[in-house]
């Protein structure tokens, strides 16, 4: 990371958030600083309150980075938001603290954003745990989408245009695309295309900030671009772990009532009570229909009632997705 005086604004800011995941927000930062090296950037670290010692950490073994507190957790896009308050570049490359940045990816994405100024946020490829690509190049949540997420029938059709739609599944995932949305776990952002609208609506405590941003960006004329050649190893939900008394999903640990609540506000925000009541609709009665066929199966059937009790309380807590409930869910 090239050092320049604080009176000059560097290029990139880069911002990690972090939420009580102190010994891989280590591993990520140290990872991080080394991938910026030769590159004109200010590192910000955002600690969301956490009570694991985070704050502590950064500020003995890595000096040389800013550190923002917040007061509160804030959620990711309030988070990341607050770190975008304290920063100076012209392009903003957010990292969660559990993704891992590999040598290369800021350069080459930098410079390709310099190269195609009608880009207004890019993403790369994401690689999980496993070594497995994960989707890193979406198309945006609908009522149908949802449907072929619930029922199963994108999973069991991967290659299917229709069916691995939501996911681009059939897409070859090494080929760059313009998309409709990209992940935020990493992701770099032009600061010009964020300026009149800003960075994430904060009604979204966690889920859907980045969708919704993106689709805001594509509104007033920016692309989304898809750029595999930009990797990143993303562990992911490893912050929600943290989280206690919470119900958390099978699949990626995401964590349910927040999950919804977000959905509700993204589709009430974006298309209206109709889409709402469909997404909400969808999913409950699907789960209606999985009681009904698990009859004998109580675990299931338990499994099933929990998930329409929680539909209904996001329904109630968002007011139909008109309202964010207070920070922090």
């Given at each position: 990371?090239?050092?320049?005086?604080?009176?000059?604004?560097?290029?990139?800011?880069?911002?990690?958030?972090?939420?009580?995941?102190?010994?891989?927000?280590?591993?990520?930062?140290?990872?991080?600083?080394?991938?910026?090296?030769?590159?004109?950037?200010?590192?910000?670290?955002?600690?969301?309150?956490?009570?694991?010692?985070?704050?502590?950490?950064?500020?003995?073994?890595?000096?040389?980075?800013?550190?923002?507190?917040?007061?509160?957790?804030?959620?990711?896009?309030?988070?990341?938001?607050?770190?975008?308050?304290?920063?100076?570049?012209?392009?903003?490359?957010?990292?969660?603290?559990?993704?891992?940045?590999?040598?290369?990816?800021?350069?080459?994405?930098?410079?390709?954003?310099?190269?195609?100024?009608?880009?207004?946020?890019?993403?790369?490829?994401?690689?999980?745990?496993?070594?497995?690509?994960?989707?890193?190049?979406?198309?945006?949540?609908?009522?149908?989408?949802?449907?072929?997420?619930?029922?199963?029938?994108?999973?069991?059709?991967?290659?299917?245009?229709?069916?691995?739609?939501?996911?681009?599944?059939?897409?070859?995932?090494?080929?760059?695309?313009?998309?409709?949305w990209v992940p935020g776990?990493?992701?770099?952002?032009?600061?010009?295309?964020?300026?009149?609208?800003?960075?994430?609506?904060?009604?979204?405590?966690?889920?859907?900030?980045?969708?919704?941003?993106?689709?805001?960006?594509?509104?007033?004329?920016?692309?989304?671009?898809?750029?595999?050649?930009l990797k990143a190893v993303?562990?992911?939900?490893?912050?929600?772990?943290?989280?206690?008394?919470?119900?958390?999903?099978?699949?990626?640990?995401?964590?349910?009532?927040?999950?919804?609540?977000?959905?509700?506000?993204?589709?009430?925000?974006?298309?209206?009570?109709?889409y709402a009541w469909l997404?909400?609709?969808?999913?409950?009665?699907?789960?209606?229909?999985?009681?009904?066929?698990?009859?004998?199966?109580?675990?299931?059937?338990?499994?099933?009632?929990?998930?329409?009790?929680?539909?209904?309380?996001?329904?109630?807590?968002?007011?139909?997705?008109?309202?964010?409930?207070?920070?922090?869910?």
């Amino acid at each position: 990371m090239t050092k320049i005086p604080r009176s000059t604004p560097p290029q990139a800011s880069l911002i990690m958030l972090s939420f009580n995941t102190r010994e891989l927000l280590r591993r990520s930062l140290a990872q991080l600083i080394d991938a910026a090296k030769g590159i004109d950037a200010e590192i910000i670290v955002v600690d969301n309150a956490s009570h694991d010692g985070s704050a502590a950490m950064i500020e003995t073994e890595f000096p040389q980075v800013r550190l923002v507190k917040a007061p509160q957790n804030l959620g990711f896009a309030g988070g990341n938001n607050l770190g975008a308050r304290h920063a100076h570049g012209d392009y903003l490359v957010l990292v969660n603290s559990d993704a891992f940045v590999e040598a290369g990816t800021l350069a080459t994405g930098l410079a390709r954003m310099r190269q195609q100024p009608q880009v207004g946020l890019a993403g790369g490829l994401l690689i999980g745990k496993d070594g497995q690509p994960e989707p890193s190049a979406r198309r945006f949540p609908s009522p149908l989408n949802d449907l072929l997420s619930i029922t199963g029938l994108a999973a069991r059709f991967p290659g299917s245009r229709l069916f691995g739609r939501f996911d681009r599944t059939w897409a070859d995932p090494q080929q760059a695309a313009e998309v409709d949305w990209v992940p935020g776990a990493f992701c770099i952002i032009r600061r010009e295309a964020i300026k009149e609208n800003g960075l994430f609506d904060e009604r979204y405590f966690l889920y859907y900030e980045e969708v919704d941003l993106c689709r805001q960006l594509r509104k007033t004329g920016w692309t989304i671009a898809y750029w595999p050649d930009l990797k990143a190893v993303h562990w992911g939900g490893e912050s929600s772990k943290t989280v206690s008394g919470a119900n958390v999903s099978s699949h990626g640990r995401q964590l349910t009532l927040w999950r919804m609540r977000s959905g509700l506000l993204y589709y009430r925000h974006q298309h209206g009570l109709l889409y709402a009541w469909l997404a909400r609709t969808i999913e409950r009665t699907w789960h209606r229909l999985r009681q009904l066929r698990n009859r004998r199966h109580a675990d299931k059937r338990a499994e099933s009632a929990q998930i329409i009790a929680l539909l209904d309380r996001a329904w109630q807590d968002t007011r139909a997705g008109r309202v964010s409930p207070p920070r922090p869910w």
